[in-house]
């Protein structure tokens, strides 16, 4: 049973600041990892997507990625009150399969 | 419109009764793919098409759903014999075709309610 472990939450930052939010996966052969962005009552949206270890960056969202610890990260710096949502991590296996996993999401709150 | 569409986008129904629902992916998106959300959960996957092909199916898709993906474009997923317990939102994303890409782009979903 492959599986996506989120901290449910939820979290509370205040504006500006840097919100971390973490998930462990439990297939080591996983390669394919997302994080998405639900707010509530609609459907996932993209923020980022990373393949290799190390650090991605795209604009104030950074996501981290550690094969052998089966660990990926997404922080959110110089938070807003926009970003308030449930944060959805995915995951892919491969092995010529493309479902995705998902984690049950972090609520992530922003506080003026 | 180039995002991937659903219709309908809310469904009522009663309990025994039989609901279909379609999703449109992003043009020229070969992969297609439907998932279920409840309150609270991650979306959990049901099933994928590559074209027409139906190439994978959860479990969780049980003798009372099937989808289909006939001419490779547009797809729908049908629920027979509702019963409360497919209360959830049902969401369709789309992946491009070819290179690394396996990014799934989702669409708004059809909330379905069964009375």
């Known amino acids: 049973q492959k599986e996506v472990e989120q901290n449910s939450g939820p979290l509370s930052v205040p504006e500006g600041a840097i919100a971390s939010l973490n998930c462990t996966y439990s297939?080591?052969?996983?390669?394919?990892f997302f994080w998405y962005r639900q707010y509530s009552g609609k459907s996932p949206e993209l923020i980022m997507s990373?393949?290799?270890?190390g650090d991605k960056e795209d604009g104030r969202f950074t996501a981290q990625l550690n094969k052998a610890s089966q660990y990926v990260s997404l922080l959110i710096r110089d938070s807003q009150p926009s970003d308030s949502a449930t944060y959805l991590c995915?995951?892919?296996?491969?092995?010529?399969?493309?479902?995705?996993?998902f984690g049950k999401g972090t609520k992530l709150s922003v506080i003026p | 419109d180039t995002g991937v569409s659903q219709d309908p986008r809310h469904k009522i129904t009663k309990r025994g009764q039989n609901v279909t629902f379609r999703c449109d992916p992003i043009?020229?998106?070969?992969?297609l793919y439907w998932y279920r959300q409840t309150l609270g959960q991650g979306p959990e996957f049901l099933t994928y098409?590559?074209?027409?092909?139906?190439?994978?199916k959860s479990r969780l898709l049980s003798d009372r759903f099937s989808a289909e993906r006939p001419k490779g474009s547009f797809s729908t997923l049908e629920i027979q014999r509702t019963e409360q317990g497919d209360s959830a939102m049902y969401l369709c994303?789309?992946?491009?075709?070819?290179?690394?890409?396996?990014?799934?782009?989702f669409g708004p979903g059809t909330r379905l309610t069964v009375l």
């Open positions: 297939d080591r052969g996983s390669q394919s």
């Open positions: 990373i393949y290799s270890n």
């Open positions: 098409f590559q074209n027409e092909a139906q190439l994978e």
């Open positions: 995915a995951v892919r296996s491969g092995a010529g399969s493309y479902q995705l996993t």
């Open positions: 994303a789309s992946t491009q075709p070819g290179g690394n890409t396996d990014t799934q782009y």
């Open positions: 043009s020229e998106h070969n992969r």
